[in-house]
């Protein structure tokens, strides 16, 4: 009978020290293997070229190291790059790259579709199928910075949690591959240059405020009306502004980080003053910035991104009251690389 094999990327590095310790052998073998798994990102024991042949070759008999897979690469003419992401399980998520000028970010996914209900949103028709694992979203990662150094000649510089799925709705998970992402036996990047983006889950932002977490915080709001906002987005009937207002305020209370805003103007949607008045009122309490981003279409549906005037008005009205305001065009539209358009459309 064969012992089921478990994955060695959910052990610790301390884990990993007494599976060679129980062995009889070295504890600092475990850093070594540890090292081969996350900085070096193997795929097989066999790449661990200073551990024994014997011993990779027992490692090979209780552990198996579950790897994602590009499936599918698209680029896009403005330079996007959309990536099918095929998990062990061969369930699909994507990522993309995103490169600027100067930039290259990384979008990435969080669950295998999504938990919420949001009506622009073409992951939300997926449902949700599972949560993804912290190797699985760091590896995504990787993957990412290794296209942006083949391509771009540059290593990545940016990574935001805008792909599939809420990622405080697997916000544990979410953590630990940023705290992977962030160490020095990861990719030793800076918190600062990650951004998480919720549509806004009061509980767990709390809980982020209390845990002291680095990285920033963008809440996707599209509405600060709630009736408008529960059409839109139905969960925030559980969730309503009031509450999602006062985490907000308790996590700029603790960190003292701005809150970015993601907010996209629909015409006879939100593109009223009433609606803008709501807004300036709703980020009042704390320094904030709205990113007005383009509607990418996701069907021949209700939505319909409003015309530049109804953007300028909301421009115009925000800087007013002292918020700051950019305005995001979309990037990757022509290979449905962009917010919202992540459905795995090409299967
Ligand atoms: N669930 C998280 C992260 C994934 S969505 C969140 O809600 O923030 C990433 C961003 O894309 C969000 O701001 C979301 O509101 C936006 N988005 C979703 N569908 C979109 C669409 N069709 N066009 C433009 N932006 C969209």
């Known amino acids: 009978m064969s012992v089921k094999k478990r994955d060695i990327r959910a052990l610790s590095k301390e884990e990993i020290r007494e599976f060679f ?7 600092f073998r475990g850093n070594q293997v540890y090292e081969w798994l996350w900085q070096k990102s193997a795929h097989r024991f066999e790449e661990m070229t200073n551990i024994s042949k014997e011993t990779r070759q027992l490692l090979s008999e209780h552990f198996i190291i579950n790897h994602v897979a590009v499936d599918q690469l698209q680029r896009s003419s403005d330079g996007t790059i959309k990536n099918a992401i095929r998990l062990h399980d061969d369930l699909l998520v994507e990522s993309v790259l995103i490169p600027t000028d100067t930039r290259s970010t990384a979008c990435v996914s969080s669950q295998v579709g999504c938990s919420l209900d949001c009506k622009f949103c073409a992951t939300a028709r997926l449902k949700r199928m599972r949560n993804l694992n912290p190797d699985e979203i760091y590896d995504q990662v990787v993957a990412i910075d290794r296209q942006s150094r083949l391509y771009y000649d540059r290593p990545l510089s940016n990574i935001v949690f805008m792909g599939m799925g809420e990622p405080l709705m697997n916000y544990r998970n ?3 591959a940023i705290e992977k992402i962030t160490s020095p036996e990861g990719l030793g990047m800076s918190p600062k240059r990650i951004t998480v983006s919720t549509s806004g889950v009061p509980k767990i932002i709390k809980k982020m405020a209390d845990e002291g977490v680095k990285f920033n915080l963008a809440v ?4 600060a009306i709630d009736q408008k906002r529960t059409e839109i987005m139905p969960f925030n009937a559980k969730m309503p502004l009031a509450a999602l207002r006062e985490a907000l305020q308790y996590w700029y209370s603790k960190t003292r980080n701005r809150i970015t805003y993601e907010y996209v103007v ?8 009433e609606d803008i008045e709501a807004l300036i009122r709703f980020c009042r309490f704390a320094p904030s910035k709205v990113n007005l981003i383009e509607y990418n279409p996701i069907d021949e549906g209700d939505f319909r991104q409003a015309p530049i005037a109804a953007i300028d008005r909301y421009k115009e009205a925000l800087e007013k009251a002292g918020i700051i305001v950019t305005i995001r065009r979309s990037r990757g539209q022509d290979i449905d690389a962009a917010c919202g358009q992540l459905a795995n459309k090409s299967n």
């Open 266 to 273: 629909w015409e006879g949607i939100n593109d009223k003053t």
């Open 21 to 27: 310790l129980d062995l009889g052998e070295q504890a």
């Open 174 to 176: 979410v953590l630990k």
């Open 220 to 223: 996707s709001l599209h509405s």
